[in-house]
């Protein structure tokens, strides 16, 4: 029986050049080839860091083959040459993208024709030679005359899943009644596999546009500035089209410990001068505004923004009135009902206390921060410093309390800004994928012929069937139909 597996014939001396060039690119061995180029390209595009600064590569260079930064700083400008740093976006990987996609359209124009004429092609009775041909044969006897056989035959195929079509043999106008009913499912699941190189090509075809339309950027955005561009690995500004303002950012740590356990950035779009958009984002739940996507990846403290922050206090007296103050280091305010003053003198990101008493700033993040602040009024002076995380030191000797809410514009929340037109396009290139290989591993074409003829003993049903993949299944099939003709009319086995 036709296969749609058969072997392209060999080459013939007297094959044009264009006949040899398409042979060339219709052959499984040069798909085998490119794909391996692509997969070998692509661990050194991998190792190394597309568009980073040329430092971090050098580094790299010298870890990954223990040599000196001068070898790596050579070897590096060679790999830079060649397109290794920014390796997908260059001639030769796009090249071998190309051939790729030529020859898996090729590969398949080249096989599918004969293939479509199978999944085309309506089954059609076979001969009892035929039949005794095929790769899964059953048969058996059960009693009855031909026609009673027929009809349990029908009705046996149509309850494991089939249509069946009945023809009469050419010797029935003879009194030889000999019938056989045929059925068939799955003739277009031959087609899985194109359906995979399509799949495979639209997933290209939305890289290729992601690729050369998109970008993929950062952004360290302080808490209540706005930008209009973002930046590639080298400093290159991405013009944004919109603004976008960091209102607010926060972190929230794990207990009093010093490791984050989420954080998240308020922030909002404005175009033409006008708000348009705000949301919440935090990792895994980002914002999207016109095509451009904003990644929650990192956070940190701004350079240089000590004593430059709003310092956000909570102040309530001993009588229980209550006020939230916004100062800078310097300034001064006082508690709400009383006499008492409060200058904030100094600011620590993250204060902590070494074994001999003595106050020590132990990180330049805001992991645990304190204000110094000096308390003078109401016949006392005290001073001392009051840490976000630990509210108790805020409570003071003559009831009043003051807690430091928040450090409020020396924060800055780091984005990855994406732009990718083609995300769609990979997107439906993934579902048609599902769908090929789905057709591919779980469906086969599957045909079976059941002829029923005149015996002795009653009616003699033959079985034959066929599957282009997954036999094993379809046997246990047959095996069904067969057990369900054994029982009929006081039927067995044969």
Not at 24 to 50: D, H, R, Y
Not at 180 to 197: C, D, W
Not at 356 to 378: C, M, R
Not at 439 to 447: A, Q, W
Request: contains cysteine.
């Amino acid at each position: 029986m036709e296969n749609e597996n058969k072997p392209i014939p060999a080459e013939s001396p007297n094959k044009s050049l264009t006949d040899r060039i398409w042979d060339l690119f219709a052959s499984v061995k040069l798909a085998v080839v490119i794909f391996s180029l692509i997969a070998l390209t692509s661990v050194v595009g991998t190792l190394l860091e597309q568009n980073a600064e040329p430092e971090k590569n050098i580094q790299i260079l010298e870890k990954l083959f223990h040599i000196g930064h001068e070898t790596a700083h050579s070897l590096y400008g060679v790999l830079d040459q060649i397109g290794f740093t920014d390796m997908y976006r260059s001639w030769w990987f796009f090249s071998f993208l190309l051939l790729f996609a030529a020859n898996l359209i090729i590969c398949s124009i080249a096989r599918l024709p004969r293939v479509w004429k199978l999944a085309r092609e309506p089954i059609r009775p076979l001969s009892a030679d035929l039949i005794e041909k095929v790769s899964i044969k059953r048969a058996l006897t059960v009693k009855g005359k031909p026609l009673q056989a027929k009809e349990l035959v029908q009705s046996a195929l149509k309850e494991i899943g089939f249509k069946p079509v009945a023809a009469v043999s050419e010797e029935a106008a003879a009194g030889d009644h000999t019938f056989q009913v045929y059925a068939e499912k799955g003739n277009y699941s031959r087609l899985g596999v194109y359906i995979t190189h399509l799949s495979i090509l639209i997933i290209l075809a939305g890289a290729i546009i992601g690729l050369f339309f998109g970008f993929n950027a950062f952004l360290n955005l302080p808490e209540g500035e706005t930008s209009s561009v973002a930046y590639k690995d080298r400093g290159k500004e991405i013009p944004l089209g919109f603004e976008i303002r960091c209102d607010n950012f926060e972190v929230e740590y794990y207990g009093q410990s010093d490791m984050p356990k989420s954080y998240k950035s308020w922030l909002s779009v404005y175009k033409n001068g006008k708000k348009v958009k705000e949301k919440q984002i935090v990792v895994n739940d980002p914002l999207t505004y016109d095509g451009i996507t904003f990644y929650q990846s990192s956070f940190g403290l701004v350079p240089n923004s000590q004593g430059k922050g709003i310092i956000i206090l909570k102040v309530t007296s001993a009588g229980g009135q209550s006020q939230d103050i916004q100062a800078k280091v310097g300034d001064t305010f006082l508690i709400p009902g009383t006499t008492v003053h409060g200058r904030i003198s100094d600011f620590s990101p993250a204060l902590s206390i070494d074994p001999s008493g003595k106050p020590f700033t132990y990180d330049e993040q805001l992991k645990n921060p304190a204000v110094f602040i000096d308390f003078s009024g109401a016949g006392q002076t005290t001073s001392g410093w009051i840490l976000k995380r630990y509210p108790q030191t805020g409570n003071l000797q003559d009831g009043n309390r003051v807690q430091l809410v928040d450090v409020w514009g020396v924060e800055y929340t780091g984005m990855q800004v994406r732009r990718d037109p083609g995300v769609g396009i990979v997107y439906l290139g993934c579902i048609i994928m599902a769908v090929g290989l789905f057709m591919s591993f779980f469906m086969s074409h599957r045909r079976i012929w059941v002829a029923v003829s005149e015996d002795k003993s009653g009616s003699k049903i033959t079985v034959g069937a066929s599957a282009h993949r997954n036999r094993a299944t379809f046997e246990n099939k047959v095996d069904k139909l067969v057990s369900i003709l054994s029982g009929g009319p006081k039927g067995g086995n044969k």
